[in-house]
């Protein structure tokens, strides 16, 4: 049965996010999708979710949102202080929600993305061109392809059961690091020796511009190639130099194409170091290759997989997720008879 | 057919054509495209055809490289063979009205024409769309008359209607939203090139557009059929290797 979550407050940019669109990026639609694709799927992967089920992503500030109906959730992304019905509570683990309750996430002080999974589907809003994902420039998907306000009712699917509850957390906290690995992008060779040694040596900072179309780097000024480019496709993580020497790395909301000289694409195993990292901190790139980018892959990805496994294997472990209707029964019955 | 690869990540690779603005090289891409989406290659995820290249995006547990490549080099070779001269045409129709085009004396003054036969000049090309994206629904399309190629403004308009049709240089095209923009403005077309909430696009990537000139009238009459959902753009298809 369909329900919903009220919104009470919106938060900074809070908005509906699956794995977005890929399909349609041959129409010109852009890519969009969770930013830490990572955390999102953590969160999924807590509540016991399909992996492309949409979640709040939120930035910097999550939203406070009251519960019509009962609900596990999982909060990933930054350190917050995260209340439920004024008691502090943890993220990266499944948490019980009634309905009536109020859930306050306030500011995050680790990374700048947050995601809230809720069980049994996540938000219910109709896809549209495959994906529920929000995009605001193109006012695409989501609650009419915006960030979400106040009074908003998103809709999810009441849930009384979580298999193996109890296990369902994870000692994790958002990637921090002082360096950023990327793969020689298709125009690196048009860079001059100067220009190449530039950019692995010296330390940037991501800008305040900075958002879902991508991040603004700010370091001393590469010397650019004078040869202008025929647009070409874009992939998240492409880091463009523009022509004041300066780097972008495009990211989920990105344009399908671009035309300025791509030097390098960040490995995915650091998407998440990347989406996350703070304003002004210093770090610089490292160039690594193909193979190196994979099995970094695959060990980044393992996180994730082992989890999954250990909580699927404890499904028959008691208590198997208790039936909370019952049990709230139960617990009346004798809280009277006391 | 000359092209090569290139790995951009784990999980993605481009192919890579000459690099010129050229329709039959285009027409290739385009096809190859949309035949590893329609076809649902095992492990490609989303395709991104642009002038020379085409980006592919897939599922590195599905797929690898090596096996990826090898199906494009069949795909490829298969198009090369095919019949290209099938040419899928959108009419579009727009009215070249001072108040809807406030640069059309500018052109037709560039190209030293009347304004009918700079109208003339716009609506005698059949343009090919290279590629999609910029803004939803925005198509790259070549290539207009040399003589009505009129380089784009100094200063971009901070606003432009949607439906606006324009010349940038070689390029033509249509603004699908509202948006800022620096192209010359000639005329609009009273139909609804996006809608946030039904998407599904009136041409694409590899389809030609041809410009048809109506009047004020016909512009409002139009406009009010397409929002009822009561207007049908013609297509026309033309060539092929058959004698009709």
């Not at chain 1, 809070?14 to 999102?40: C, V």
């Not at chain 1, 009251?66 to 509570?89: P, V, W, Y």
């Not at chain 2, 027409?27 to 949309?34: E, N, P």
């Not at chain 2, 409002?220 to 049908?232: F, N, P, S, V």
Request: hydrophobic content about 35%; charged content about 20%; glycine content about 8%.
């Amino acid at each position: 049965m369909t329900n919903i979550v009220k919104v009470i407050k919106p938060g900074l940019s809070t908005t509906i996010q699956d794995l977005g669109r890929a399909r349609h990026q041959i129409e010109g639609f852009p890519e969009s999708g969770a930013m830490d694709k990572f955390e999102y799927q953590l969160a999924n992967l807590l509540v016991n979710n399909h992996k492309n089920d949409a979640s709040l992503e939120f930035v910097m500030t999550g939203p406070t949102l009251k519960f019509e109906c009962d609900s596990f959730i999982a909060l990933t992304g930054g350190q917050m202080h995260a209340k439920l019905n004024g008691q502090r509570i943890l993220k990266n683990r499944a948490i019980q929600v009634d309905a009536g309750s109020v859930l306050e996430c306030g500011p995050m002080e680790t990374g700048n993305y947050g995601y809230i999974a809720f069980s049994n589907g996540g938000v219910v809003t109709q896809p549209i061109l495959d994906s529920r994902s929000t995009t605001l420039r193109t006012q695409m998907g989501g609650i009419q392809g915006r960030a979400l306000i106040a009074g908003d009712n998103l809709p999810i699917r009441d849930s009384v059961i979580m298999q193996s509850l109890q296990s369902r957390k994870i000692n994790w906290d958002v990637e921090t690091s002082n360096f950023i690995r990327f793969v020689k992008g298709p125009h690196w060779q048009m860079f001059s020796d100067e220009a190449q040694k530039q950019f692995t040596q010296q330390s940037y900072h991501v800008s305040e511009q900075m958002d879902r179309m991508g991040y603004r780097l700010n370091g001393n000024p590469l010397p650019v190639p004078s040869k202008s480019l025929l647009s070409e496709g874009t992939v998240f993580g492409n880091i463009q130099i523009t022509r004041d020497g300066s780097p972008i790395i495009l990211l989920a909301d990105r344009q399908t194409t671009g035309g300025y000289p791509v030097i390098g694409t960040v490995i995915k195993a650091d998407w998440s170091k990347l989406v996350q990292m703070k304003i002004n901190k210093d770090f610089h790139f490292i160039e690594v290759d193909m193979e190196t980018a994979m099995n970094a892959l695959v060990a980044h990805q393992k996180i994730l997989n082992d989890n999954y496994e250990k909580w699927y294997q404890g499904r028959y472990v008691e208590p198997i997720g208790p039936l909370r209707r019952n049990s709230i029964k139960i617990e009346r019955l004798i809280k009277n008879n006391l | 057919m000359d092209y090569s690869y290139f790995q951009i990540n784990e999980q993605a690779l481009e192919v890579v054509f000459p690099e010129q603005i050229n329709v039959e090289e285009n027409k290739l891409v385009q096809q190859v495209s949309q035949k590893l989406i329609e076809e649902e290659t095992a492990g490609v995820t989303g395709v991104i055809p642009a002038y020379h290249t085409l980006t592919v995006n897939f599922d590195y547990d599905l797929t690898s490289f090596k096996l990826l490549e090898g199906q494009i080099d069949s795909l490829i070779a298969s198009s090369s063979g095919e019949d290209m001269s099938v040419k899928k045409i959108v009419e579009l129709p727009v009215c070249y009205d001072e108040e809807f085009g406030p640069d059309l004396e500018d052109v037709a003054e560039f190209a030293s024409v009347s304004v009918e036969k700079l109208i003339k000049l716009h609506t005698g090309t059949d343009y090919f769309i290279f590629m999609m994206g910029f803004l939803p629904g925005f198509a790259y399309m070549g290539s207009v008359p040399e003589q009505i190629a009129m380089p784009r403004l100094k200063v971009p308009r901070k606003s432009i209607a949607p439906g606006s049709v324009g010349i940038a240089g070689a390029q033509t095209g249509m603004y699908p939203v509202e948006s800022p923009g620096g192209w010359r403005l000639i005329g609009r077309t009273p139909i609804q090139l996006y809608d946030r909430n039904n998407p599904v696009l009136k041409y694409r990537s590899g389809d030609y557009v041809r410009f048809k000139a109506i009047s004020k009238a016909e512009y409002y009459e139009i406009q009010k059929r397409d929002r009822a959902g009561d207007y049908t753009l013609k297509t026309i298809t033309e060539g092929g290797n058959t004698n009709d």
